[in-house]
């Protein structure tokens, strides 16, 4: 809620030009996000695992490797990244000093994810939701003050990279109890095997979810463009309203795999669970999408309204097939990463051909992610 606020806040404060601006750069950190989902996704899965037989002592050199490799990896990939922002910025004609700044948040994505991945996989559900409130209520206040003042885009990016630090740094409080055991080392050779199916399926759903609004900005006017990432926005308050109960899943299904016990019902009341969430979510946007844009963002949004219900299912399937891959993962199914890469294709070529207005382009968006739900329950049961 905290974290759609902030939107929402810009989304009024910076208007439809700056805020498309702002859009494509929140894309940009979807991508860079993706060693962040993927890591904390790792460390959580080998929590559960240590967690089973309370080996804190293993957990803990967990800790320390994952945050020495995280701070050594975001150092490399910024610096190899500076020609691509250099690109990104000339390309969709964004400053490049607010590119470069944005990408600082490269290390707080490789070093947060572990401490949250551990809460994640002891189901320290509360302290990780916690640490998670005070990140973006921070992130809230922040923005909405240096904003004001006249920072704009600036000011927004800054309020970002303050809350991730303190989140960071908060985040090793309810870890204290583990951080006192004496570190056993642990063998971790297999970890970038296991760890390329989840990045790849990860790499999936974020492409998925950010590539149009990236294409938008590419082939529409900046206030169309700004426009619409107002309808992505809106579309990604489902995803994310219903990522909890993919992420307490989980950790509940990996130990329940490990510990040799059925997972399967665990994995239909969560698919329940979402679906109900999803479909209470596209009646609020069938029926009320134009009150929901005025009250939200106000009247000079408007005219996305006609497209909220396509990009709100879209969003479903994307909800629905980030469930199914994560309890793939939890229960050791074979991944293809050419399959997961081909839905990716195949969105963009449908975005590319059917650019001729927002609403053509929203089925196409609509298309691609019912495909990519499909593709991942074939994949499920193929992996079996």
């Given at each position: 809620i905290l974290n759609f606020i902030f939107q929402f806040s810009m989304a009024r404060?910076?208007?439809?030009?700056?805020?498309?601006?702002?859009?494509?750069?929140?894309?940009?950190?979807y991508f860079m996000a993706i060693p962040s989902d993927s890591i904390q996704t790792v460390i959580s899965r080998y929590t559960s695992k240590f967690n089973v037989n309370k080996e804190n002592g293993k957990i803990k050199y967990l800790i320390g490797r994952s945050l020495k490799k995280g701070l050594f990896f975001a150092l490399l990939v910024y610096i190899l990244l500076i020609p691509f922002f250099y690109f990104f910025s000339y390309f969709l004609s964004i400053s490049f000093p607010l590119v470069l700044l944005t990408g600082l948040l490269l290390f707080t994505f490789f070093l947060i994810p572990t401490t949250r991945g551990v809460l994640q996989g002891q189901k320290k559900f509360n302290s990780l939701g916690f640490n998670m409130i005070f990140d973006s209520g921070i992130k809230v206040l922040i923005s909405i003050y240096l904003v004001f003042i006249g920072w704009k885009v600036y000011g927004a990016v800054i309020s970002i990279l303050i809350g991730s630090i303190i989140a960071l740094t908060l985040s090793f409080i309810p870890l204290r109890k583990?951080?006192?055991?004496?570190?056993?080392?642990?063998?971790?050779?297999?970890?970038?095997?296991?760890?390329?199916?989840?990045i790849f399926s990860i790499l999936a759903i974020l492409l998925m979810q950010s590539l149009d609004v990236i294409?938008?900005?590419?082939?529409?006017?900046?206030?169309?463009?700004?426009?619409?990432?107002?309808?992505?926005?809106?579309?990604k308050m489902i995803f994310f309203g219903t990522l909890a109960i993919s992420k307490s899943m989980f950790p509940l299904s990996s130990e329940k795999f490990d510990g040799?016990?059925?997972?399967?019902?665990?994995?239909?009341?969560?698919?329940i669970m979402v679906l109900i969430l999803c479909i209470g979510a596209l009646i609020i946007l069938f029926l009320f999408s134009k009150l929901l844009v005025k009250i939200l963002f106000g009247e000079e949004y408007l005219s996305v309204s006609t497209i909220l219900f396509n990009i709100g299912l879209a969003f479903s399937f994307i909800s629905l097939s980030n469930l199914v891959i994560l309890y793939g993962i939890s229960v050791n199914r074979k991944i293809n990463?050419?399959?997961?890469?081909?839905?990716?294709?195949?969105?963009?070529?449908l975005l590319w051909l059917f650019k001729n207005s927002l609403y053509s382009f929203s089925i196409a968006m609509m298309v691609s992610s019912l495909l990519l739900f499909i593709g991942s329950l074939i994949i499920l049961w193929k992996g079996r």
């Open positions: 404060m910076l208007g439809p030009i700056e805020f498309g601006v702002f859009a494509v750069l929140m894309s940009m950190l583990t951080l006192s055991e004496k570190s056993e080392r642990v063998n971790f050779s297999g970890i970038y095997g296991y760890s390329s199916p989840i294409l938008a900005k590419r082939f529409f006017s900046p206030e169309i463009a700004g426009q619409y990432a107002v309808a992505n926005l809106i579309g040799g016990k059925d997972t399967n019902k665990l994995f239909y009341r969560s698919l990463t050419f399959y997961m890469a081909t839905f990716i294709f195949i969105q963009v070529i």
